[in-house]
Structure formats: C-alpha cells, structure tokens
C-alpha cells in the first residue's frame, strides 16, 4: 500500500509487497513523524513484482493510460505481466482463469492504479520507496522461466532519482532505498538502509522498517513500545 496527506505522500515502487504492507503498517508513526494524517492508497506498485533493473522505465510507463494492448497473459500457469516490461501482475492469475470480462477488469483496475499513483506524486512531498529485503524473492519467483534481477546497484539508484525527478519537478522528491546486503552490488556510494535480517517470508519487520523511516526523516523516534498499527 501507500500513503497519501494532504502534502505528503510515500509511494511504494517495488520489488514486491513488503514495502507497500510496511508503509501500511507503519502509518500512524510515519503520521506523527511527518506531522499530518496518512491514509491508505491502493496504488499502482503495490500489487506487482519488477526487476530492479526495469524500475526507471517503469516510471516513465506511468505517464500513459493502462489500455487493452498494455497487459499480457503469457500460456501456461504463469501470472499476467506489463507487455514490454520485466513486471508480473503476481496477484491476478493465473492466466488460465481470466475470462474475457475478467481481463477488461484487469485492464480498467490497473488503470485506475496508474491514476492513484499519479495523485499520490501530484503532493507537495513524495517518498519513493524502492526495497529488496523481502526473504522470498529469487530469480525464479514469481514465474517459471522469466528472470528477474533482485540486485541494487549505484546505477540503478541515481537512474531512479533522476527518472522521478524528470517526471515530477514540482515539489520535493525523497528516494528511500531499502536493502539487503547480500543484494547489493558492492562497492555503494549511494545511501541504502539496512534493516537486521528477518525470518519473516516476505513481510519484514515492523519495528525495524520503523526505525528505518525514523532515520530516513532525520529522528530517531520510534513507535511507542508494544504499539502496532494494523
């Protein structure tokens, strides 16, 4: 999920789900932080899985309408995917169940996804956050033969800056990179938060991505102890 304020917002883009479920758990601690109320937004990155090395273009991606040519359904058990792109729509198949109907419901909800998206980067602030901590990515997951890059690189993350920074000029852009040791490309000049390793499938720690947002807004506050959202 993201999070939406009246001038902030914070913009999951990937890999996976772990740092858009954080985001939503983290959302009253993130609100006293920022001093003003997040809700929840259902946005356009929240329900894929990307390669890393695709992440830039897929920026761009946002900026035209999500239309039938756009979504494929490759053969087999595999999950629809963004035609052109190394992302999976991992929560909608498999393929072999979407009817015609079902597929112009696809087509309509990713739509509306690109759209929330753009609202959410049409605040006066706007935290991307892009993460590869989550246990069960592998170069196989979520398809069968596809393969998907997990790695995060200095390339990759300046190309990620200046892409968000092209397309929305206006305002503030912050970029919260969250990683994995063993899934970066050494040697890193540019700055990446690591959280303690996690026995967790995919769903992080709560209390550690907390510290991490603390530390990425310049506090040290962390939530009240024995507080969660849910």
């Known amino acids: 999920m993201s999070l939406r304020g009246t001038g902030t917002s914070f913009i999951s883009i990937g890999l996976a789900c772990q740092p858009a479920l954080q985001l ?3 959302r009253r601690h993130l609100s006293s932080l920022v001093g003003e109320p997040l809700a929840y937004r259902s946005s356009f990155f929240n329900w894929l899985m ?3 090395d695709g992440i830039p273009r897929l920026r761009e991606r946002m900026m035209a309408p999500i239309e039938t040519g756009s979504i494929g359904l490759p053969a087999g058990e595999k999950v629809p995917v963004l035609l052109g792109y190394r992302a999976w729509l991992y929560h909608d198949g498999p393929n072999a169940k979407i009817t015609r109907k079902k597929f112009r419901q696809l087509v309509a909800k990713y739509e509306h996804l690109r759209q929330n998206f753009l609202d959410l980067c049409s605040l006066r602030t706007r935290h991307f956050v892009l993460c590869n901590t989550q246990n069960n990515l592998a170069a196989e997951h979520p398809h069968l033969s596809d393969s998907m890059t997990i790695t995060f690189d200095d390339r990759l993350i300046a190309s990620t800056r200046a892409t968000v920074d092209r397309l929305f000029p206006a305002g503030r852009n912050r970029l ?4 994995r040791a063993d899934r970066l490309e050494r040697p890193m ?8 390793a996690d026995a967790t499938a995919w769903e992080g720690d709560t209390a550690a991505w907390a510290r991490v947002l ?3 807004l310049g506090t040290r506050q962390a939530p009240p102890r ?5």
């Open 176 to 179: 919260l990179i969250v990683g």
């Open 214 to 216: 603390s530390r990425h």
């Open 226 to 230: 024995g507080r969660r959202d849910k």
């Open 50 to 52: 990307v390669s890393a």
């Open 189 to 196: 000049r540019r700055r990446v938060r690591l959280p303690p």
């Open 24 to 26: 939503y758990r983290n």
